[in-house]
């Protein structure tokens, strides 16, 4: 399995300012996934953050609002930016293994509320 | 682009039953693979079962299986002897192996345990 941490894992932040999630893998992984879960919602994915390239975001979602940084094999994050009580959501990273184990492993989260 | 489709927003089963949580999905690829995981209160997204498109046996995991029906694009799970600590939200979720570790997610489903 694989440990996966999140920081922070809750808090209240303030309309119009910005936070940054940051996730650390206990070994190296190739693809980083960052999905976000608004209130009583299933997870919908924002970005797939790979290492030594820009970060690719899914419809619905621009870097500008969301930067991802990935800046080795082991290690993200994930800037909510200019929040908007609308950003009050779960944000989940998430990274695979492949092999005879072929898992998805996801971090605690952290979940925010912009008030 | 693939679909995942949870058609049980609620379920709700008596300790000790068995309950049966539905899901359907969508995709027009040959290799895949299924998931269901759980998420209790605490958030935490953890792996039920995983099942590959391209076996036709069943997965089974403790009191945990599946029934895979892969022309009609079926996935349920199957939880046998309903505990407590099973209440949680069930998500249903299917991963298209030529498009890294991206999951795509039903909506979920909330399962109550009665004592």
């Known amino acids: 399995s694989a440990v996966i941490s999140q920081k922070p894992s809750r808090d209240i932040c303030q309309r119009g300012t910005s936070l940054t999630i940051q996730c650390q893998v206990d070994s190296q992984v190739t693809m980083m996934f960052w999905y976000r879960q608004q209130p009583g919602q299933s997870l919908t994915l924002i970005a797939t953050?790979?290492?030594?390239?820009?970060?690719?975001?899914e419809s619905g979602f621009v870097i500008d609002k969301f930067p991802i940084s990935r800046p080795n094999l082991t290690f993200s994050t994930l800037t909510v930016s200019n929040m908007s009580p609308e950003d009050s959501s779960i944000y989940l990273c998430?990274?695979?293994?492949?092999?005879?184990?072929?898992?998805?492993?996801f971090g605690e989260g952290s979940w925010l509320t912009v008030v | 682009a693939q679909t995942v489709t949870q058609s049980q927003p609620e379920m709700s089963v008596q300790e000790a039953e068995t309950v049966t949580l539905s899901c359907t999905y969508d995709?027009?690829?040959?290799?895949?693979?299924l998931f269901w995981y759980k998420q209790p209160p605490s958030r935490q997204m953890i792996l039920v079962i995983r099942?590959?498109?391209?076996?036709?046996q069943n997965a089974t995991e403790n009191r945990f299986s599946v029934n895979f029906q892969k022309a009609a694009k079926s996935f349920s799970l199957k939880i046998s002897d309903s505990q407590l600590g099973d209440a949680a939200m069930y998500f249903c979720a299917c991963r298209n192996n030529n498009a890294g570790n991206m999951l795509t997610f039903g909506g979920g489903t909330r399962l109550m345990v009665k004592p």
């Open positions: 953050a790979n290492q030594g390239s820009e970060a690719t975001y």
């Open positions: 998430s990274v695979g293994r492949t092999g005879a184990g072929n898992t998805i492993y």
């Open positions: 995709t027009s690829e040959s290799d895949y693979y």
């Open positions: 099942q590959e498109a391209y076996k036709q």
